[in-house]
């Protein structure tokens, strides 16, 4: 079992920047691919981000590229997902996911593979 805690979310102008943080305590950090999805109202979650249990490979979705970037910490069993250029688009809650993997090089963007799950944090990007 794990259990993820988000943070960092907020209200931010366009073109401005957040990070988002996710705290992960329970089994070794090092076993789980990590990722980030999203959902706006009224939309199905959508991914954001991902990243690999250990060689830190990563994929986004093609809307945030260039603009996001994933990255894990081991030291402190945390992910973080840097969001620069915020658009309004990107207003959404923000989940964090973690899913035991026996590969150090895969990451995963389907939701459906996720075996753990955060809260959430709320994003609002205002025009």
């Known amino acids: 079992q794990v259990q993820l805690l988000e943070s960092g979310g907020g209200l931010v102008q366009a073109g401005g920047s957040l990070r988002l943080s996710c705290a992960a305590s329970g089994r070794p950090f090092s076993t789980y691919a990590m990722g980030w999805f999203r959902q706006a109202p009224g939309k199905e979650r959508e991914f954001v981000a991902a990243i690999s249990r250990s060689t830190g490979r990563t994929g986004y979705v093609d809307s945030v590229k260039g603009r996001f970037t994933i990255s894990r910490d081991s030291a402190m069993n945390t992910v973080y997902l840097q969001m620069d250029s915020l658009k309004p688009e990107d207003t959404a809650v923000y989940y964090c996911?973690?899913?035991?993997?026996?590969?150090?090089?895969?990451?995963?963007?389907?939701?459906?593979?996720?075996?753990?799950w955060g809260q959430g944090t709320q994003v609002t990007v205002s025009s």
């Open positions: 996911a973690a899913k035991v993997s026996s590969s150090g090089t895969v990451y995963y963007y389907s939701s459906d593979r996720y075996d753990y």
